[in-house]
């Protein structure tokens, strides 16, 4: 079995490593806690193939520990044991540095196991994970921790990894390798910020290219397109990327900017989350549009139940005409704010009974001096309206709701204003 690429040509000090350089450039935090020799325990959170497991191996290797690597998704409370049986020994001599990719799957009696030995320093940890680790890994694992978050590597900062790996595998196989105009630029930018993906198609290139007579290799712009197609679009529905482009989704429609509202459609129609549009578009409806323009609600739920009805790729339509609508409609968040205002009071324990008035009418027990409802009826009034309290009295004077300086909500509060200021 052969050895890929992206671990032959593994960096083997900091300085190698791409991209990172806000945590592992010169004077960066985590290079001068390395350097220091006291390491703490460490959560390294961010997208895969970004260097998290490197970093951990230069670690151990700049530290003198016995490196062991688990993994998450097979690893169990035997192999933990089994890596702590290691502590004493020779080779373990300087202290054990166990790197756990995927912590994330460990469940909660696993990550307990766990907790026993580095809480009191048997062996120094470092997790790996792809998820938000204050969302799935354990508090106590979390609380004696120090998170680190890798970011994907810019297509500029993977150019010299792509040419490293094209001159590393000439040397290796021997053979002269000519790359096309342009290869190494589009192998950079369609990773999508995996350092790992981009030395496979580094790899794939070569291995799917023919030789020429002479043997040499002819890489082409064709044959790296061919091999790279959609790599760029990392999308996953349970991972941060799926949070992070539904969130841009939103905040796109709420900064009323059609065009980059599109993008992001496309982002979710393309990976065929269908469901994430249709709700993410509902709820800016409601919650971005809103009072200013209220009949965007059912307009926008018919332009889901149509996309839902016809499936994709006939969705794109009626969603893009709703996308576009919501974008260019005004905008009130009124009423989430006054909701949101109600529900903090709530919270905060303020209440109290419900006013006389408005209770369901019921038995008055003989202890009640003062009988009867008193609820005054507002259809009976000019208007439609009398003065009553409906509030709590311990809330009687709270005020929820402002209207939004939008048209619509404007016409209503003059209206009432005028209604309810009538002596």
């Known amino acids: 079995m052969s050895t890929p690429l992206a671990?032959?040509?593994?960096?083997?000090?900091?300085?190698?490593?791409?991209?990172?350089?806000?945590?592992?450039?010169?004077?960066?935090?985590?290079?001068?806690?390395?350097?220091?020799?006291?390491?703490?325990?460490m959560i390294f959170y961010g997208p895969s193939g970004i260097g998290k497991t490197t970093v951990a191996s230069i670690i151990a290797k700049a530290t003198n520990r016995k490196l062991c690597k688990l993994n998450g998704t097979t690893?169990?409370?035997?192999?933990?044991?089994?890596?702590?049986?290691?502590?004493?020994?020779?080779?373990?001599?300087?202290?054990i540095l166990l790197y756990l990719d995927e912590i994330q799957?460990?469940?909660k009696k696993q990550q307990q196991v766990l907790l026993e030995y580095i809480e009191v320093g048997s062996i120094t940890l470092i997790a790996s994970t792809t998820e938000n680790p204050y969302f799935y890994v354990y508090n106590a694992i979390l609380s004696r921790s120090t998170v680190f978050e890798f970011k994907a590597v810019t297509p500029e900062e993977i150019v010299p990894a792509v040419k490293r790996a094209f001159s590393f595998l000439e040397d290796d196989k021997g053979i002269k390798i000519n790359v096309e105009d342009d290869v190494i630029t589009h192998i950079s930018t369609a990773c999508g910020g995996d350092v790992r993906k981009a030395m496979n198609s580094v790899e794939l290139c070569t291995l799917s290219t023919k030789p020429e007579a002479d043997g040499t290799l002819n890489i082409t712009l064709e044959t790296a397109k061919s091999l790279t197609q959609k790599s760029a679009m990392k999308y996953d529905r349970d991972g941060d990327e799926h949070y992070d482009i539904v969130s841009a989704y939103q905040k796109s429609m709420r900064g009323s900017d059609p065009d980059a509202a599109l993008h992001y459609l496309a982002r979710l129609l393309d990976?065929?989350?269908?469901?994430?549009?249709?709700?993410?578009l509902m709820v800016c409806a409601a919650e971005d549009v809103g009072l200013a323009y209220p009949m965007i609600i059912p307009i926008v739920k018919a332009a889901v139940d149509m996309a839902m009805m016809v499936g994709l790729p006939e969705a794109r339509i009626p969603l893009a005409d709703a996308v576009i609508l919501v974008c260019n409609s005004p905008k009130s968040n009124s009423g989430e704010a006054a909701i949101d205002a109600a529900l903090a009071d709530i919270r905060r324990g303020k209440s109290g009974p419900i006013p006389r008035q408005l209770q369901n009418m019921h038995f008055d027990g003989e202890d009640n001096k003062n009988k009867g409802q008193f609820y005054i009826y507002p259809h009976d009034y000019e208007n439609h309206w009398a003065p009553q309290q409906y509030l709590p009295d311990a809330l009687k004077n709270a005020k929820y709701y402002v209207p939004g300086p939008n048209k619509n909500e404007q016409a209503y509060k003059e209206y009432w204003d005028k209604v309810k200021n009538k002596k």
Do not use: W
């Open 7 to 41: 671990q032959l040509i593994r960096p083997q000090t900091l300085d190698d490593v791409v991209g990172q350089k806000h945590l592992i450039g010169e004077n960066m935090p985590l290079r001068n806690i390395i350097e220091s020799g006291n390491l703490p325990n």
């Open 105 to 107: 799957y460990f469940n």
């Open 271 to 280: 990976a065929g989350d269908l469901p994430s549009a249709c709700r993410r």
């Open 75 to 95: 690893a169990g409370t035997a192999d933990i044991k089994a890596v702590v049986a290691q502590l004493d020994t020779f080779e373990a001599q300087n202290g």
